[in-house]
């Protein structure tokens, strides 16, 4: 029996991996498992790397269980972006991953904004905590044995490439926009990592870069017999799993914007020219497509905030989180914009944009004897949404016109949250039929890799349709512009208390699990 042909889109998220295997007439089987997160003091989060390799192996294996009739021609992986590990020669972990929203290197992000070097442009003037070199250095100043017994420095996809492949490479996409690396410049800029002081980021960083969609290598031997898959098989280049998202939401030309909902939101845009802003990521040159660049914002804490709900204050569930949500939802839907008088900020893990603050924490205010859980619930979900408005009037007063939204990822299928989220910005909300973008991204990213089409914008054209558009309720528009104003006071109000508290603790040692 004729097999038919398919691919496998691999996204690898903060909760867990998920696999999905595509055909061309877009059939198409979604395995996903997860791993743990560990948060051993505040502001940090760490993986362990094993993990993420065995719930990879478990998911392709039962892809490809599931599609017995199906010959798997390539794949391509994303993952999230700045979860820095080291590893030996032989790519074993020496030490957990820190995970990219991890803020202990807010200290070496300063220094290297200090540094005010022409590269910075590219990162509205300053770098975040998150990102590559910052965490680099702080394992290079804080865990000296670490750092030198480290073979190589490397982000999670790297790492999984490798493991796929056995090539040390670098994305063009997380190079460009979280290492420092521009094309447009020559490449790696060594007197900016020396300025910085790493010098030999020639040594501990894999140098070689390669776009998104090109191919990587070939399947070793031993990673073909643990995934279950034929050695030799191509590997394609992914990138930043939310810039994978971007493409499997089909947002690959000018005008919209892609909003990728999950643990945190990113908020993605292309741009036939440079919009260089402070208070904004990018923007990126040749991240994705050589001749558009990406702007970007993004807020650290969203869907975690509202799962904390969930686990904290709905617990008569037993730890199904689907039904805690189910009734979270409709006991918040009774309530009407502005939660009972609740405003909170959803800060929790530090803001990304538009305020590029990592020592801020999250604040529930207005609370009185009579408020209860689905006002807090709601209270949290507009806040995220006033964070994602604070994203949007910034890329409008640069200049950039923003036509319409897309939005993915698992808070999609909150329909409250998803009509907050249009309220609050005015603005209507796209949703695909299929979801789960980052796995759709690589598979276009895959499919073009392997000939079946001419350019990711055909593929993408192929695999995307649009489901749902979630229109604004102009009634509330004028009640959420009062509380959104009160969202950004608050946070004003409240930067020099939490930034004291921060540092007391810090300094003190009083930070704990």
């Known amino acids: 029996m004729r097999r038919t042909p398919a691919v496998l889109g691999i996204d690898v998220g903060t909760q867990g991996v998920k696999v999905g295997l595509f055909t061309l007439r877009g059939d198409y089987k979604l395995v996903s498992k997860k791993y743990t997160t560990y948060f051993p003091h505040p502001g940090w989060a760490e993986q362990h790397a094993e993990d993420w390799w065995q719930a990879l192996k478990e998911a392709v294996r039962e892809c490809v269980i599931a599609a017995p009739s199906t010959v798997i021609g390539g794949l391509c992986v994303s993952a999230t972006s700045s979860t820095v590990l080291c590893v030996d020669r032989e790519g074993t972990p020496l030490a957990p991953a820190i995970m990219w929203m991890d803020m202990r290197a807010s200290q070496e992000a300063q220094e290297v904004s200090a540094l005010d070097d022409?590269?910075?442009?590219?990162?509205?003037?300053?770098?975040?905590?998150?990102?590559?070199?910052?965490?680099?250095?702080?394992?290079?100043?804080?865990?000296?044995?670490?750092?030198?017994?480290?073979?190589?420095?490397?982000?999670?996809?790297?790492?999984?490439?490798?493991?796929?492949?056995?090539?040390?490479?670098?994305?063009?996409?997380?190079?460009?926009?979280?290492?420092?690396?521009?094309?447009?410049?020559?490449?790696?800029?060594?007197?900016?990592?020396?300025?910085?002081?790493?010098?030999?980021?020639?040594?501990?960083?894999?140098?070689?870069?390669?776009?998104?969609?090109?191919?990587?290598?070939?399947?070793?031997?031993?990673?073909?017999?643990?995934?279950?898959?034929?050695?030799?098989?191509?590997?394609?280049?992914?990138?930043?799993?939310?810039?994978?998202?971007?493409?499997?939401?089909?947002?690959?030309?000018?005008?919209?914007?892609?909003?990728?909902?999950g643990t945190s939101f990113v908020h993605l845009a292309l741009s036939h020219k440079p919009y260089f802003q402070e208070g904004m990521w990018g923007p990126y040159p040749d991240a994705i497509f050589s001749d558009l660049w990406v702007l970007e914002g993004g807020q650290t804490s969203c869907a975690s905030i509202i799962n904390w709900v969930a686990d904290e204050m709905a617990r008569e569930y037993g730890g199904d989180s689907l039904k805690a949500h189910q009734e979270l939802i409709e006991e918040a839907a009774r309530l009407g914009p502005g939660s009972n008088g609740l405003i909170s900020l959803d800060m929790w893990q530090g803001n990304r944009t538009p305020f590029r603050d990592p020592l801020i924490t999250g604040v529930i205010a207005g609370l009185t004897l009579n408020s209860n859980r689905a006002a807090i619930y709601r209270s949290l979900m507009e806040s995220v949404a006033y964070g994602t408005k604070s994203i949007l009037d910034i890329f409008k007063r640069n200049g950039y016109q923003i036509q319409g939204l897309v939005a993915s990822g698992g808070p999609t299928r909150n329909s409250l949250w998803l009509q907050i989220m249009a309220d609050v910005l005015q603005t209507p909300i796209i949703v695909n039929k299929y979801t789960e973008a980052g796995i759709l991204g690589g598979v276009i990213l895959a499919s073009?890799?392997?000939?079946?089409?001419?350019?990711?914008?055909?593929?993408?054209?192929?695999?995307?349709?649009?489901?749902?558009?979630?229109?604004?309720?102009?009634?509330?528009?004028?009640?959420?512009?009062?509380?959104?104003?009160?969202?950004?006071?608050?946070?004003?109000s409240v930067k020099p208390v939490l930034h004291r508290v921060y540092n007391y603790r810090a300094s003190s040692g009083r930070f704990s699990p």
């Not at 695999?463 to 004028?478: H, L, R, Y």
């Open 448 to 492: 073009v890799g392997l000939g079946w089409f001419d350019s990711v914008e055909e593929s993408a054209k192929h695999f995307v349709e649009t489901g749902q558009i979630v229109s604004p309720n102009k009634d509330v528009a004028g009640e959420y512009s009062f509380y959104y104003q009160c969202y950004l006071e608050l946070y004003k």
């Open 118 to 261: 022409p590269i910075l442009r590219y990162s509205g003037g300053a770098v975040s905590a998150e990102w590559m070199l910052p965490k680099t250095l702080w394992i290079k100043r804080n865990e000296p044995e670490l750092y030198t017994r480290s073979h190589k420095i490397v982000e999670q996809l790297d790492w999984l490439n490798f493991r796929l492949t056995g090539r040390w490479v670098a994305s063009q996409c997380n190079a460009t926009c979280k290492w420092g690396y521009s094309n447009k410049d020559g490449g790696w800029k060594r007197d900016f990592y020396v300025a910085a002081g790493f010098a030999d980021f020639n040594e501990k960083w894999p140098l070689e870069v390669i776009p998104m969609g090109k191919q990587i290598g070939s399947l070793t031997k031993q990673a073909s017999e643990e995934l279950n898959l034929d050695e030799g098989m191509p590997i394609f280049q992914g990138g930043i799993d939310a810039y994978a998202a971007m493409i499997g939401m089909g947002v690959v030309n000018e005008g919209q914007m892609a909003v990728i909902m």
